[in-house]
């Protein structure tokens, strides 16, 4: 018998540069074993000094993409990235509504490293009320932790705090990534369903070559959920694969180069 390889779709935005969004999502889902397919909701003109122009598609390109997908493929898990605005978090909220496709990962991008914004503060309430409630794990940094839970995250109380706010917006699990602290160590808080909640550490990394780190993150639980891999070890699985290509990243580019 042919067995069916695991299967997933990412919902992102496309980096020009190659180095996060939807590339990065592809070649990570590959590197786990994880066939993608993508809804493209937008373009970004981009490249490792910055994002230099945004355009979201038309929704009728958006459903259009969601509608092949959806006619011939088994999905086993789904993962979105930069939705641009409300309308755009909306039209995708709907589809995932309506199709009801399992294991939810929402990576809440709002800031790129370079500074620009990829979400407008309407489409990050939209992601709140339609989003979250779907949601099998959300991944928000520290700022975006602290825009979804309304509160500021200084101490590691604060984090414990901020995860318990976001799951009571909807979202089942929460990890919140330290990469925006300092410290000799990033540490990352994870709260699960049940309230069960653990670190996970890592060494701090010195490098600007950090460019879709926070995407490469996602794709891999995305990855590892679309084989059946529960929740809690998914995101171990991802935390160790993000850890190992972070020490080799590529040498391109003027600005914040691209992960491996
Ligand atoms: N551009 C797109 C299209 C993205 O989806 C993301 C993150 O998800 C970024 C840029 C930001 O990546 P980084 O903050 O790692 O530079």
Request: hydrophobic share 40%; with cysteine.
């Amino acid at each position: 018998m042919i067995q069916q390889y695991p299967t997933a779709l990412t919902i992102a935005g496309s980096d020009s540069g190659g180095g996060a969004g939807l590339q990065a999502d592809l070649k990570t889902m590959q590197a786990c074993q994880t066939f993608s397919t993508n809804v493209i909701v937008g373009i970004t003109a981009q490249n490792t000094l910055g994002v230099q122009g945004q355009y979201p598609l038309p929704k009728q390109v958006v459903t259009r993409q969601f509608a092949s997908i959806l006619a011939d493929f088994h999905i086993q898990a789904v993962k979105t990235g930069a939705l641009f605005d409300a309308e755009h978090v909306q039209m995708v909220a709907d589809e995932l509504q309506w199709s009801r496709l399992p294991n939810l990962t929402v990576d809440p991008v709002m800031i790129a490293k370079g500074g620009a914004h990829l979400l407008t503060p309407a489409g990050i309430r939209k992601i709140k009320s339609q989003l979250l409630p779907q949601a099998t794990i959300v991944t928000p940094n520290l700022p975006e932790a602290e825009l979804l839970a309304e509160q500021q995250i200084i101490s590691e109380a604060d984090r414990l705090s901020a995860a318990k706010k976001i799951q009571q917006l909807g979202a089942k699990n929460v990890i919140i990534k330290g990469g925006h602290g300092s410290g000799p160590l990033v540490k990352d808080y994870v709260r699960l369903a049940n309230g069960d909640d653990f670190w996970l550490t890592a060494p701090r990394v010195k490098t600007k070559r950090t460019h879709g780190t926070g995407d490469t993150l996602s794709a891999s639980i995305t990855a590892f959920l679309a084989q059946g891999l529960g929740i809690s070890t998914a995101i171990q699985r991802a935390h160790a694969y993000l850890e190992m290509i972070i020490e080799k990243p590529l040498v391109l580019g003027h600005g914040h180069g691209p992960l491996n």
